[in-house]
């Protein structure tokens, strides 16, 4: 495989580790007690608010190293995917005011190089070698 190609996956997975990295620090400092409300809104329980560490800050570490990146990167989709049903599924046809923009195109965008990370795999620069990395 070309270099430039291997660059181009190390730099999806590190754009999408490191930002979604700062949203599990968030949740490392601030808890995940206030996710507990959306879950029971859609009936589940309170306990898959932990899910968010794992989702926003093992999976971005995993998916930084390369090290399981297709798996760490699915668990970020669906992350993402619950957060946009439960949090923001009441902006999905909203523009944002103040420059425009969609109102759910970080958690979207987000979603989407995650689910190319998990299509594409790590690439030669990782850690480990496997069928999910």
């Known amino acids: 495989m070309p270099a430039r190609e ?3 996956r190390l730099a999806l997975r590190l754009g999408l580790g490191g930002i979604l990295f700062f949203h599990g620090v968030f949740k490392l400092t601030h808890g995940v007690e206030w996710i507990r409300q959306p ?5 589940l329980p309170g306990f898959l ?3 968010a ?4 800050v093992i999976a971005p570490l995993l998916v ?3 090290w399981k990146a297709r ?3 699915l668990v970020i989709a669906f992350d ?3 957060a946009i049903v439960l949090v923001l599924r009441s902006q999905l046809l909203t523009i944002k005011g103040g420059g425009g923009g969609w109102a759910v195109e970080l958690e979207v965008l987000i979603m989407l190089v995650a689910l190319a990370v998990a299509l594409l795999g790590s690439g030669r620069y990782r850690l480990g070698r496997g069928v999910w990395d």
């Open 71 to 73: 798996l760490a990167a």
């Open 53 to 56: 560490y794992v989702a926003e």
């Open 64 to 66: 930084i190293v390369g």
């Open 80 to 82: 993402m995917m619950m």
């Open 6 to 8: 291997e660059v181009g």
């Open 49 to 51: 608010a932990y899910g």
């Open 39 to 43: 879950l029971a809104g859609v009936g």
